[in-house]
């Protein structure tokens, strides 16, 4: 199964920094890959889909990137809402369909 | 907008099967495609399965052999069994609508829990 490594696996940041999460595939995946932020005690909301689409209704700070092995997603002005849990998902190895680990975003 | 409320028991037997049911509610389960989709508490997410509305599945291989999934549309709801369960399958379990291979909408989740 392809794994995903997400960097960093925590990170605290204070409110208007811009951020960055990595997500490395251990094999190519091309552009099939999604990116999911999950609140405490929530259900996962999708933010970007084939790795730089913004899913409709999603506030334009996130952004996503990358293709291959090597993405990102930005958040380019952190708000109070954002502090969650990003999870990265790909889904090139279908049905073998995988999730990073997770990226917990603190509040410094 | 569609909606999806998980149902089922809270607690299952080591050995014993798990089935759950996701009630769709808000359009038609012939719409669209499904997914289970679980998270072990305090851990990250694990795809269960892929459901088309016409019936046919695709489940991911690590939990293939143990997984059946099914729809019944005349009660605009989908299922979920899980056999010869262990405590590593204690989870939250989700349904969700898929958009081509990625979960668009999610239930409220249940927590399954296996113990004797």
């Known amino acids: 199964a392809i794994q995903l490594t997400q960097s960093p696996s925590s990170l605290s940041a204070s409110v208007g920094d811009r951020v960055t999460i990595t997500c490395r595939a251990s094999?190519?995946?091309?552009?099939?890959l999604a990116w999911y932020q999950q609140k405490p005690g929530k259900v996962p909301k999708l933010l970007i889909y084939?790795?730089?689409s913004l899913e409709s209704g999603v506030p334009s700070r996130f952004s996503g990137s990358g293709s291959g092995t090597d993405f990102t997603l930005t958040i380019s002005s952190l708000q109070p809402e954002d502090f969650a849990t990003y999870y990265c998902?790909?889904?090139?190895?279908?049905?073998?369909?995988?999730f990073g680990q997770g990226t917990r975003l603190e509040i410094k | 907008q569609v909606q999806l409320q998980e149902s089922g028991p809270g607690l299952v037997k080591p050995s014993e099967t798990l089935s759950l049911i996701c009630t769709v509610s808000?359009?038609?389960?012939?719409?669209?495609?499904w997914s289970w989709i679980r998270q072990p508490p305090g851990k990250g997410l694990e795809w269960i399965g892929y459901?088309?509305?016409?019936?046919?599945?695709n489940y991911n291989p690590s939990l293939k052999s143990r997984v059946t999934t099914s729809v019944d549309t005349s009660k605009n709801q989908f299922s979920l069994k899980l056999s010869s369960v262990t405590a590593a399958d204690t989870a939250v379990y989700y349904c969700?609508?898929?958009?081509?291979?990625?979960?668009?909408?999610w239930g409220q989740g249940t927590l399954v829990t296996v113990s004797s």
């Open positions: 808000g359009g038609s389960i012939s719409s669209y495609h």
């Open positions: 459901i088309y509305y016409s019936g046919n599945t």
């Open positions: 084939d790795a730089s």
């Open positions: 969700a609508r898929v958009r081509g291979r990625i979960a668009v909408a």
């Open positions: 998902q790909q889904f090139n190895s279908y049905p073998a369909i995988t």
């Open positions: 094999q190519g995946i091309s552009s099939a």
